[in-house]
């Protein structure tokens, strides 16, 4: 089935690369208009082009209230609307409640759960004003669902943005928007971020395989499997879907 975003404009942050990457492409070959926010501009700028007329880089800092309102002024300007938002940018540094030191808590929570936070205050209203149905998928983490030692502010944020895309579906449907808000929750995926963690491992064979082992399917997820899961929200198959955690994570989340 092709075209099932036929029509619509998204808003994808952290879609230089990665998920977000696999993301844009994925709705660009849907029929979206795509436009691409991310700080690493000259990837984003890259792969905008490599999409063709129907994408859009932008710089986007997700901390930055002010850049965010200007990515959604700039989907205005060149595609006229926006019907959906993925909020997709975070990051992963790994630390225990003991030890973690204040500039990794702080980052984290400002990245993956603020940015999330503020990309929703910045675009819903534009959605809304759109006149169609619209669309925010956020991501989430099978850790967000299932904690794992070592990871307590990408444990924490991650679960902030679980809670937080319950409230907005929740407002949302009191206001009478119809604007259905969920959460996709991936396991460990193969993307620059994973690839970071394997290179700064001493062995990344056993890293990889460690990673595996939390899936009970035996194996590393790829960013085209996650990005499935955002068109299927994004799209008005998901149209009486809103507030939901779908897993993508390999049966992850309910290992024994």
Not at 118 to 131: D, E, F, K, V, Y
Not at 153 to 164: I, W
Not at 184 to 190: E, K, L, N, Q, S
Request: charged content about 15%; aromatic content about 6%; glycine content about 12%.
């Amino acid at each position: 089935m092709m075209g099932r975003l036929n029509g619509k404009v998204a808003l994808i942050s952290g879609g230089a690369e990665g998920i977000g990457g696999a993301v844009g492409r994925l709705f660009a070959d849907e029929g979206a208009r795509v436009v691409l926010g991310d700080v690493q501009i000259a990837k984003a700028q890259a792969l905008a082009a490599e999409i063709g007329a129907d994408a859009l880089a932008v710089p986007l800092d997700v901390r930055d209230p002010a850049q965010w309102e200007a990515a959604v002024a700039a989907t205005l300007a060149q595609f006229g609307k926006i019907n959906v938002l993925c909020n997709i940018a975070g990051i992963s540094e790994p630390g225990s409640v003991s030890e973690m030191p204040h500039d990794v808590w702080d980052r984290t929570l400002a990245i993956n759960l603020s940015g999330t936070m503020n990309g929703m205050r910045a675009a819903l209203a534009a959605i809304a004003a759109s006149g169609e149905p619209g669309a925010v998928v956020n991501t989430g983490s099978m850790l967000a669902l299932r904690v794992g030692a070592g990871f307590g502010a990408y444990c924490a944020s991650k679960a902030g943005v679980t809670a937080l895309s319950k409230v907005a579906a929740l407002e949302c449907a009191a206001a009478g928007w119809p604007i259905r808000v969920n959460t996709v929750h991936p396991g460990a995926i193969r993307t620059p971020m994973f690839d970071r963690y394997l290179a700064a491992a001493p062995d990344a064979a056993a890293m990889e395989a460690m990673f595996a082992a939390n899936h009970p399917m035996g194996r590393v997820g790829e960013a085209d499997e996650v990005a499935r899961a955002f068109l299927f929200l994004a799209s008005e198959e998901a149209s009486f879907t809103s507030g939901v955690d779908l897993t993508v994570d390999g049966a992850g989340f309910i290992r024994a």
